[in-house]
């Protein structure tokens, strides 16, 4: 549990400059906060809540992606596990977005494969009050609420602590491209680099031993 709070209060630090919205919340303006403490959405206008609404996030397998992201696409009627509305959200490793359910007694539980889901009926207020562009913040535990220490990350690895090692890798100097999530080549290749000039095993993967170096865990 130490190094998930360690994780944690990392990422609420560097929250404030990850690109994903391409800018840091402004709270005078209307955006939506969701809670995965909470299991809650709320749509805040500046520090006033306007609605609240209950949520299912995504499992500790399937998480829901946390930091600072926005509407970009708005879609009605797909039916299915999908409900009757689409907001799409700008996560730079995956498509995830807040949508309704054909599964409305679920909703209060972490269900999900890593989107939000809300009652058909709660979307549809939603998607009339939000329009595309608008902020989404999301917080929450980083590693889920299981009892997981710590994960392994390789090639094709993708989220939010995809995201921390490539920061850190970035500000090292030893990764200098995009910072998004995944776990590719060119990641790997940074984690190599990174491994060899720490004189630690050179895997091109993160571990325990990894997430000490880089200073993400103590």
């Known amino acids: 549990m130490r190094f998930l709070y360690i994780l944690f209060f990392t990422f609420l630090i560097s929250a404030f400059i990850l690109p994903s919205s391409g800018h840091a919340i402004d709270e005078s303006m209307p955006y939506i906060h969701v809670d995965l403490w909470k299991n809650e959405l709320y749509l805040l206008n500046g520090h006033k809540v306007v609605k609240s609404f209950s949520i299912s996030p995504g499992t500790d397998h399937k998480q829901t992606p946390i930091g600072h992201f926005k509407v970009i696409y708005k879609a009605k009627n797909w039916g299915g ?56 913040h999301i917080n929450g535990p980083i590693m889920g609420s299981g009892d997981a220490e710590y994960k392994r990350l390789s ?15 970035k500000a090292a100097g030893y990764y200098d491209e995009d910072v998004n999530g995944i776990f590719d080549s060119k990641t790997e290749r940074a984690v190599k680099e990174f491994q060899k000039d720490e004189g630690i095993p ?14 993400l865990l103590e």
């Open 81 to 136: 596990g999908f409900g009757t509305r689409w907001l799409g959200l700008n996560v730079p490793w995956g498509d995830f977005g807040i949508h309704g359910t054909n599964k409305p007694w679920l909703v209060g539980t972490k269900v999900s494969s890593g989107c939000i889901r809300m009652k058909n009926s709660d979307v549809e207020e939603l998607y009339e009050l939000v329009p595309v562009g608008t902020p989404v």
């Open 155 to 169: 090639k094709n690895s993708k989220g939010v602590l995809v995201y921390l090692v490539q920061m850190r890798l």
């Open 202 to 215: 050179i895997t091109g993967g993160i571990s325990k031993r990894d997430y000490i170096h880089l200073g």
